[in-house]
């Protein structure tokens, strides 16, 4: 090969003192592709680095990388959208509320279970938060629940405009409350409890032949009549110009019926159970026993006489 092959393999050239050696500055530019001295143009997409000149020797601004804008997030809600202070705030209220509930749940809970070592240390701590709001007329456990449905019903003797006396039908308080309780997601207390709690005060108070057993007898007795009277009122059981005189209160008993796989038997038949009747005018009535005396009086005298 020659001094003149191109490739790979060409020998270097002589120089110009007729010496191999490297390429002068002429063999150079022949070597860069171009007698003027200038770089040839970079590829289409690529891009200088700074400091690199182009074609006409000036430095080729580089564009700077632009950032890309985070997407906004949208507004903060519930406590997050609170101040640092406020929340703070509202952790402590809400750990307050979840400590209540724990501990009103669990103070009903010894309320109805069995007696145990904490109920007989701390009972009365438990039944003053209890009672009477909070009350359970229900047990876990109970050895022997209620089967019977009670309800208590009570009429009335009306003394009229004209001086008659009516007798009205039986008004059946229980299913009153029963009315006032369905559909109401917040009964009252009264309508729950009052007239339960009155007859089973009652109950306990007396003997079977409704006899008061001490002071609690009579009290018990007292505390129906009240609410017979307001009960009666709110009917209009007295119609215009009449007035109650007398009360009278009955119970009506039947049995749950047992679930059908129990295989046990019960009566279907309702059981009564009838109260004297009572007074609700004792004014009235210690006036007509004067007058009742007076009349026996008068009698006994007319009788001396004749036989005078």
Known sequence: MDAYDKGSDARQGLGRDGREGPPGPDDAAEQTGGSDGTEEASAPGETSE????????????VPEAREVPEAP????????????????????????????????????????????TLTKEHGSAVDEWVFPEFEQNWKL??????QQNVAVQVRAEVGTADGGIRTTDWYDLSAE????????????????????????FFVSSHDSEDRPVGLRGSLSETYLRRIALLRLDRNGAAGPGGVVERVQYRSRTTN????????????????????????????RDDGNRDDGNRKDGARKDAGEGGAA
């Open 73 to 116: 997030s949208g507004p903060r809600t519930g406590v997050a959208a609170l101040s640092p202070r406020y929340q703070v705030g509202a952790v402590a209220a809400l750990v307050a509320v979840a400590v209540a509930v724990c501990a009103h749940i669990g103070l009903v809970f010894l309320h109805v279970a069995p007696s145990n």
């Open 141 to 146: 456990f109970a050895p022997n629940p209620l």
């Open 50 to 61: 700074p400091g690199e000149t182009g074609k006409t020797g000036e430095p080729v601004e």
């Open 256 to 283: 749950v019926e047992p679930p059908p796989w129990s295989g046990e038997k019960v009566s279907d038949r309702p059981t009564y159970r009838e109260l004297p009747w009572w007074s609700v005018t004792p004014e």
């Open 177 to 200: 409350d029963g009315r006032a309780i369905d559909g109401n997601p917040l009964p009252s207390h009264t309508v729950q409890n009052e007239l339960r709690r009155a007859w089973d």
